[in-house]
């Protein structure tokens, strides 16, 4: 198989700068994704007001990540299942997985505009949203949701193009998106002054640009995963395997979403400022979970292509050596949001009710990051591999039970930001020993790969 210019076998090599050779364009990219995101909060904040800020960031962003997040979590079935294909260098499967897959986030994108619109209001109100910031919410949602279907191709072509060991288009793709994003949420909130419904316009607009970007490179690249709009369709073989991976990874985000969701419901119930802080919490620990989604994606793709080669002691190296340079990483980004994130709050909202509820919830998560790296490290691999089912148990019971318990005790007794916010770092370490046990056992080394589709046999390279 030839190989693109940008394309890197992660199945040869040093195992330390492969990894991070790849990793660091999808970081990048993760940090301006993380931009993009916080530049509607800060521009939303300082120009239009705090509630409007509580519209956008509360218990609107929630239903987002919990609709986007299932599916978006879909494109990493088809991201494990291509970087096999790579890997064992089967190149007719790749080009079946690829049409499949964005034929799949085609129907998804479509599905969720129809179902998310006429539903918003019923679920802002379900959530418990203040009433001082329920218009704005019903105006950004909807605005979102009509634009589900640029959202789901992207990530799903991203996701294409990053398996086959190709992260840094994307990363340019997103870096234009991203100014896109800043100019269009300057241009209608400030000199427009369209407010909420400006911010929701200019994210639609950018990543009708980001899918535009990506889509004429499927269309145009020579390599395997090329895409002919008329050969759009789903194969059934490889869509089986994609869904088969996919749909426990979506699972396992909307675990992450709706025990994220039923929190949001009780911070809802602390008031407008609260709800304006928790946004601006997520906006500023943001980075790390951006860099944390990024290195994730990274070592799957990495396991991918060397469990489709074949490589089991090669993908066992690469989770001593992602944990190393991870946890290096994380100790890093702890020490920084420590040491200047009250600062830097000052320089992104003028609410001072806002900046010290803010600073008083980040010091209850920023010190137990770390924690976090084994649970993203070992779901990373595990997803590689296409060991996806127990990871979900482990999640639903680690993440998404202990939350909802600990709402309905913990909470119920201990009414305040503390109460809410402790749940976080321990369910992380609940989690994160459940899985390190799991991985140890090693179940994954009995895995089979991907299974050929009948005809794929010619098309090998």
Not at 119 to 148: C, E, K, N, Q
Request: charged residues 10%.
């Amino acid at each position: 198989m030839e190989h693109g210019e940008n394309r890197y076998d992660l199945t040869e090599g040093a195992i330390w700068k492969k990894l991070l050779l790849f990793f660091w364009p999808i970081a990048v990219g993760t940090l301006f994704q993380q931009l993009y995101n916080t530049v509607d909060a800060v521009v939303v904040g300082k120009f239009v007001g705090t509630q409007a800020l509580a519209a956008v960031g509360g218990s609107a962003a929630q239903v987002v990540s919990l609709f986007i997040g299932f599916f978006v979590a879909l494109t990493g079935g088809a991201g494990a299942v291509i970087a096999q294909l790579f890997g064992a260098s089967r190149r007719t499967a790749i080009s079946q997985a690829a049409h499949s897959a964005v034929t799949f986030s085609v129907l998804i994108g479509i599905a969720v505009t129809a179902v998310g619109i006429p539903l918003t209001p019923v679920m802002l109100h379900w959530m418990g949203t203040p009433a001082d910031t329920m218009a704005d919410s019903v105006i950004y949602l909807r605005i979102y949701f009509a634009g589900t279907i640029f959202v789901m191709v992207y990530n799903m072509g991203a996701s294409i193009l990053r398996a086959s060991g190709d992260s840094r288009r994307p990363l340019y793709y997103l870096i234009a998106s991203c100014a896109c994003n800043i100019v269009l949420d300057l241009t209608f909130v400030i000199g427009l002054k369209m407010g909420v419904m400006g911010v929701a316009l200019a994210t639609v607009l950018s990543q009708i640009l980001s899918v535009s970007l990506i889509m004429v490179q499927l269309c145009r690249t020579e390599e395997a995963y090329h895409i002919s709009l008329r050969e759009l369709r789903i194969h059934r073989v490889i869509m089986a395997q994609m869904l088969k991976i996919g749909i426990p990874a979506g699972l396992q985000a909307s675990m992450y979403n709706f025990s994220n969701l039923i929190i949001q419901v009780a911070v809802n119930s602390l008031g407008t400022v609260v709800v304006a802080a928790w946004t601006m919490t997520s906006k500023v620990d943001g980075v790390y979970w951006a860099l944390s989604s990024a290195l994730g994606t990274a070592v799957m793709s990495f396991v991918g292509q060397n469990f489709g080669a074949g490589k089991t002691d090669r993908i066992r190296r690469s989770i001593r050596v992602s944990m190393g340079l991870f946890m290096a990483f994380t100790f890093v980004m702890e020490g920084i949001l420590l040491l200047i994130g009250r600062f830097g709050l000052g320089l992104l909202i003028d609410d001072t009710r806002v900046i010290a509820r803010t600073w008083e919830i980040m010091t209850y998560f920023v010190p137990y990051y770390f924690v976090w790296t084994f649970i993203e490290v070992i779901s990373g691999m595990l997803r590689g591999v296409g060991d996806a089912i127990i990871p979900v148990a482990i999640t639903g019971v680690g993440i998404c039970a202990m939350r909802l318990a600990w709402i309905a005790t913990v909470f119920r007794k201990f009414h305040t930001v503390r109460g809410i916010s402790l749940c976080y770092p321990i369910s992380w370490l609940i989690t994160a020993i459940a899985m390190t046990i799991y991985y140890a056992r090693g179940r994954w080394m009995r895995l089979a790969p991907v299974p050929a589709e009948r005809g794929e046999c010619a098309g090998k390279a």
